[in-house]
């Protein structure tokens, strides 16, 4: 007798709204008034004018290693849009696009980057944990806070995103393997960029798509484009009904390309060539919206250039409200290590302070 497979074949759904070549599909196109959109696309403009100054304020030496988003801007914004303020998201480290729509500032974005404590902390009535650096480590914490709401009767849902490396991390798997068997109100969202740092996608896994994993832990996966806003926003508003319904958990890879190095601390020349980049520069989500704003005639060309002015001036604005929080006290840096510090730690505070004040001479040093 021919041997039967355990379960019936889990296929994956492949979302595109808006092509590259502009073509809409009519039957998936959500219904978004023209202030929604201009909205949007304002928020992927100004996010892509952060990513821009942060870079140069990198290498000015202002502020501390960066991770840019640029190309991933459709996917960052489409993944929140649908959550309501009482949803919650968890987010990785490249995704301060989303915290800005959720409520984060520009000048708490900066401080955050350069290394300030009073960075990390979310916006007062902002239901954000603060970013992961520790790749994955979010990702079960954020299931921990879906069962929390479900154990409270909620219907509020966790959303939480991580890169195509973090999904080869344990944590990430026993994540969305304890959310599908407890139906926890989470949306997985997988940030496929092709590249996990210097590691191409077809060297990290033997599947063509990490959207088939949903399946695998008893969960749909849906394969996105993640340079279509679109088609993020449809296949997150999918998974956030389904997680409202109290049906579990959904996986979401949202293929995407990093246009920029992986950080400030990277060089992507070493690992991929300029032909790749160019191919997916003519993808780029912002230009790809911005024409179909234009074909809705929500968008004309005075209005493009209004926008971009309006977001560079929020942006040095964002920084100089930064720079006037940025000042740093390196009297307190062995203030939060222990509650109980020890007597060989109180020892190496008083060395390390002494050693200071001879090198400061009792001055508080300048922001750069």
């Known amino acids: 007798m021919p041997i039967k497979p355990l379960h019936a074949e889990h296929p994956v759904e492949e979302i595109s709204v808006v092509s590259e070549t502009g073509e809409v599909d009519a039957a998936l196109e959500p219904t978004l008034d023209a202030d929604a959109l201009r909205r949007l696309y304002r928020a992927m403009v100004l996010t892509r004018k952060l990513d821009e100054r942060m870079i140069a304020m990198q290498r000015q030496g202002e502020m501390g290693t960066f991770a840019p988003g640029r190309g991933q801007e459709a996917t960052q914004l489409g993944q929140v849009y649908p959550l309501e303020a009482k949803d919650w998201f968890s987010p990785s480290y490249r995704s301060f696009g989303a915290q800005l729509w959720r409520g984060w500032t520009i000048e708490q974005l900066m401080l955050l980057w350069d290394g300030f404590f009073e960075g990390f902390a979310p916006p007062e009535g902002v239901n954000d944990l603060p970013f992961s650096i520790v790749i994955g480590a979010h ?74 994993r949903g399946p695998a832990f008893g969960m749909p996966g849906l394969r996105v484009d993640g340079n ?124 390390y302070l002494e050693r200071l004040e001879r090198t400061l001479g009792g001055q508080t040093p300048k922001p750069v």
């Open 139 to 212: 990702v079960p914490v954020a299931v921990g806070v879906a069962m929390g709401l479900k154990y409270r009767g909620s219907d509020a849902v966790m959303l939480t995103n991580f890169g195509d490396g973090a999904s080869s991390e344990g944590d990430v798997s026993e994540a969305m393997n304890f959310a599908s068997v407890y139906k926890a109100p989470v949306v997985f969202v997988c940030e496929n960029n092709g590249y996990a740092i210097s590691m191409p996608f077809e060297q990290q896994t033997g599947v063509k798509s990490l959207a088939h």
């Open 228 to 351: 279509d806003l679109l088609a993020m926003i449809v296949a997150t508003r999918r998974a956030v009904e389904r997680a409202r319904a109290g049906e579990g958990p959904s996986l979401i890879e949202a293929v995407t390309f990093r246009m920029e190095m992986h950080t400030t601390a990277d060089d992507p020349k070493v690992y991929r060539t300029d032909d790749e980049v160019l191919k997916w520069q003519k993808k780029d989500p912002i230009v790809r919206f911005e024409q179909y704003l234009r074909v809705k005639g929500a968008l004309n060309d005075a209005d493009v250039e209004q926008i971009a002015r309006d977001a560079v001036e929020q942006v040095l604005a964002g920084r100089e409200a930064f720079r006037r929080r940025a000042v740093p006290n390196p009297r307190e840096v062995f203030n939060f290590v222990f509650r109980r510090p020890s007597a060989e730690h109180d020892a190496q505070k008083a060395e």
